[in-house]
């Protein structure tokens, strides 16, 4: 298949015309119908396949509508006003964090569609300025470098809310989280369950809601010993994304408000030893796209 395509592209074959033959808008109509690795794939056979690869009505079509409203989250030095569109959405695809760092938003690099990740630092988490309850423990294993840990509590609540002008789409909030606390030792890494508990005695229950009336929610045992095909007897030392639900953004709105939270407030136990890392929000297709072993 390579050899057929370098051949082809050689202008100085006896067999007839080749792709370097095939005028650039033409290619250019031919990469609307392809995805962005793709393209930049294809960008290498010869000059008119590159010189398509960069027009601005091929990368305009994968962009979301209000790329504009996306670029508001750079700062005002960062922002570039003459940039091609291809150059927008190679901006777009790499995480653009806001909120003072605490949110980050970017473009499926195959798709072009709007992901969204929330750290536990945005949210609002019951008791944890009291280092007796929680911790915040650094990681490279999150995005944002940093997970809440919880030790013990008895009123376990944790809420957040986001405001900010989503394509339309149908969209799936989940939770990160891990039962056991993680380290590293001598290049390993390592569970400690000496504060798990709790987590297996009742469910707990995940909500969210928008502006707009929608609502989902579903309960969980985070510390089940069921089987599971995925993470075998149980899901410790794993992370696993908990789903809580789909909400709908037609685009009529300028901004859609998501509010979403998890809760345990059966104070006749107490729980611990939970990580809590971000709560991520994907176009609900993509997500099952990309399902694998982390998803619940």
């Given at each position: 298949m390579g050899a057929s395509l370098s051949n082809l592209a050689t202008n100085g074959s006896t067999n007839g015309p080749g792709l370097g033959d095939i005028p650039?808008?033409?290619?250019?109509?031919?990469?609307?119908?392809l995805t962005p690795p793709e393209i930049c794939n294809l960008a290498r056979l010869n000059r008119a396949f590159r010189g398509a690869s960069s027009a601005d009505s091929v990368w305009e079509t994968k962009l979301p509508p209000n790329y504009q409203d996306l670029l508001h989250v750079l700062p005002t030095s960062e922002r570039h006003q003459n940039l091609s569109k291809k150059d927008i959405f190679a901006l777009l695809s790499?995480?653009?964090p806001f909120d003072d760092g605490n949110k980050e938003v970017w473009l499926d690099r195959v798709?072009?569609?709007?992901?969204?990740?929330?750290?536990?630092?945005?949210?609002?988490?019951?008791?944890i300025d009291d280092r007796r309850y929680w911790t915040w423990v650094p990681t490279e294993e999150s995005r944002f470098n940093t997970v809440a840990y919880l030790q013990q509590i008895w009123w376990f609540e944790v809420d957040g809310e986001v405001n900010f002008p989503f394509p339309a789409d149908i969209y799936t909030l989940?939770?990160?989280l891990h039962v056991g606390r993680f380290s590293k030792r001598l290049g390993r890494r390592i569970c400690n369950y000496e504060q798990t508990h709790g987590w297996?005695?009742?469910?707990?229950?995940?909500?969210?809601?928008?502006?707009?009336?929608?609502?989902?929610?579903?309960?969980?045992?985070?510390?089940?010993?069921?089987?599971?095909d995925t993470y075998g007897n149980h899901k410790r030392g794993y992370w696993v994304d908990y789903k809580v639900g789909e909400f709908i953004v037609s685009g009529s709105e300028p901004t859609t408000k998501v509010r979403?939270?998890?809760?345990?407030?059966?104070?006749?136990?107490?729980?611990?030893?939970?990580?809590?890392?971000?709560?991520?929000?994907?176009?609900?297709?993509?997500?099952?796209?990309?399902r694998g072993g982390t998803l619940k």
């Open positions: 650039e808008s033409c290619v250019a109509c031919v990469f609307l119908y790499r995480p653009l798709t072009g569609r709007v992901c969204m990740s929330i750290s536990a630092k945005a949210m609002s988490i019951n008791g989940s939770f990160r297996d005695i009742k469910p707990v229950r995940f909500e969210l809601s928008t502006l707009d009336g929608q609502q989902a929610s579903c309960e969980c045992c985070l510390d089940e010993t069921d089987h599971d979403f939270s998890m809760k345990q407030i059966d104070c006749t136990h107490s729980k611990g030893g939970l990580c809590v890392d971000s709560v991520f929000i994907i176009p609900s297709d993509l997500r099952e796209c990309k």
